[in-house]
């Protein structure tokens, strides 16, 4: 993980991420939670103030956290529907890895809702 | 509220997430102290959305990936603090790009970094930031013994304090 090795390396880190469990799993130093689509770690374009919300806690989690594997979650709700939310988040194609693995599971189509 | 870290996952893909692997040699808690105030800290930005300058750097290798699923292009693009007029190229083949690429402040917020300078709650920003493509489990040795390294020696020459990484 990265942020493991530029904090190993000296300098603190902290990760703002959709999938906080996973990174805090993975011990990442400090972690800011989002419930946002893929994509979209700091909300939607032009949503500035959701931008500076999840900016400011990533660096104010960064400059006060006192342990490792330290999480904040945002209390922000994503504005969208989830399925409306789900379909616009993904490529237009899905990705190789992801292509792969539907074609192995033979299933082409039950995530794409 | 505590996030649900799966709501946007496609359901099968759960179980793979559900029980992450540690990478050797990163199985122990680690934390560097924040030294300075906050209001005097030179913080750094790093995307993983794959974000390289359109008209002067090369795009990241999207056809390695095509070619082969379980690779991802393992290098960086250091961006200037400054990206008005600097159009962004994204490569990126997991998330749909639209969005970021109509503001770049979805995935590597500089502008807003700006008003937190600007507010006194930052000292400054980095003059530059990184980005990277991050789909990197084939790729770890050069991702840990190259790109990393790089990008620290990039931090330490210009003297960040923290930096804030956000995955996409």
Not at chain 2, 118 to 133: E, N
């Amino acid at each position: 993980m990265l942020a493991r090795r530029i904090e190993a390396a000296g300098i603190p880190t902290v990760v703002v991420t959709m999938m906080p469990l996973t990174a805090t799993q993975l011990l990442a130093p400090r972690v800011v939670g989002v419930e946002f689509p893929f994509g979209h770690p700091f909300g939607q374009p032009g949503d500035v103030d959701t931008q500076r919300l999840v900016l400011e806690t990533a660096v104010t989690v960064l400059a006060g956290a006192a342990e490792p594997v330290t999480r904040v979650d945002i209390d922000r709700e994503w504005p969208q529907p989830r399925g409306e939310a789900y379909r616009a988040w993904q490529p237009a194609e899905p990705s190789p890895i992801v292509a792969l693995l539907l074609n192995r599971q033979g299933r082409g189509s039950e995530d794409r809702r | 509220m505590l996030v649900d870290s799966y709501r946007f996952l496609p359901k099968s893909f759960i179980p793979l997430y559900e029980n992450p692997a540690r990478i050797e040699g990163e199985d122990q808690p680690i934390l560097t102290p924040f030294a300075p105030r906050l209001a005097d800290a030179t913080i750094g930005l790093l995307s993983s959305a794959g974000l390289s300058l359109s008209s002067e750097q090369a795009p990241f290798d999207l056809d390695g990936e095509r070619a082969n699923p379980m690779w991802g292009d393992p290098g960086y693009r250091v961006l200037p603090h400054e990206l008005a007029g600097r159009p962004l190229t994204m490569s990126h083949l997991h998330v749909n790009p639209a969005d970021i690429i109509a503001d770049h402040n979805v995935a590597l917020p500089s502008d807003r970094l700006d008003e937190l300078v600007a507010a006194g709650r930052v000292g400054r920003a980095a003059p530059h930031h990184t980005s990277v493509m991050g789909y990197q489990e084939a790729g770890l040795a050069a991702w840990r013994n190259e790109t990393a390294p790089a990008i620290v020696e990039l931090l330490r020459s210009e003297g960040v304090d923290g930096v804030v990484l956000a995955p996409v």
